[in-house]
């Protein structure tokens, strides 16, 4: 056969003919999904509701600096600083698009947050007391342990949160989304 007789098939009807896939339990009715722009508006809606969220969560994670005060704040506060200032910057590129991916790189980010106290978490516990830390955690032990334990349980929710609703929002749009 040479080249010239293999037929060209077209492909702008080949959609038609896909069987539907069934992505609910047999028996049961479809899920009625809201389509067109009312269903956009509520997946904005539901962005939004997490986007505030996530920036009360960044709020929380300062408590500790202002409630230390001082300019020779230890490290992991230094840190805390840094990561609320990224974590910040994110959430305002957020609001001006919204969108699956950029709940997506939330996700991700808030994903490395939780990492970030897990390591914080695991010096506070593991490291001995009296012996030099690398986030001079020694003075504020107890607090730091406790501080960084519901900061990892709030990083992971808000992943876990951030990562639903992306995969939902992206499943709303399609394959072509």
């Not at 896909?18 to 962005?47: I, N, V, W």
């Not at 300062?62 to 840190?79: E, I, N």
């Not at 990224?86 to 305002?92: S, V």
């Not at 939330?106 to 690398?134: R, T």
Request: charged letters at 15%; a positive charge.
């Amino acid at each position: 056969m040479t080249p010239d007789a293999i037929p060209i098939r077209d492909v702008s009807k080949s959609a038609e003919m896909l069987p539907a896939t069934r992505l609910h339990a047999p028996g049961h009715p479809a899920p009625k999904e809201s389509t067109g722009d009312a269903g956009r508006h509520a997946m904005r809606r539901r962005f939004y509701r997490l986007w505030v969220v996530l920036v009360a969560g960044t709020l929380v994670q300062l408590v500790p600096v202002f409630r230390y005060g001082d300019a020779t704040a230890p490290y992991w506060m230094r840190g805390i600083v840094l990561a609320a200032f990224l974590q910040g910057a994110c959430w305002l590129w957020m609001a001006l698009v919204p969108d699956w991916s950029s709940l997506w790189i939330a996700m991700v980010l808030s994903a490395g947050a939780a990492a970030g106290y897990a390591f914080a978490l695991a010096i506070a516990v593991v490291a001995p007391e009296g012996q030099i830390d690398i986030l001079q955690m020694n003075p504020l032990r107890d607090g730091a342990q406790i501080w960084t334990m519901a900061m990892l349980v709030l990083s992971g929710g808000l992943t876990l949160a951030c990562g639903v609703l992306s995969f939902s929002w992206r499943k709303f749009l399609g394959p072509t989304g």
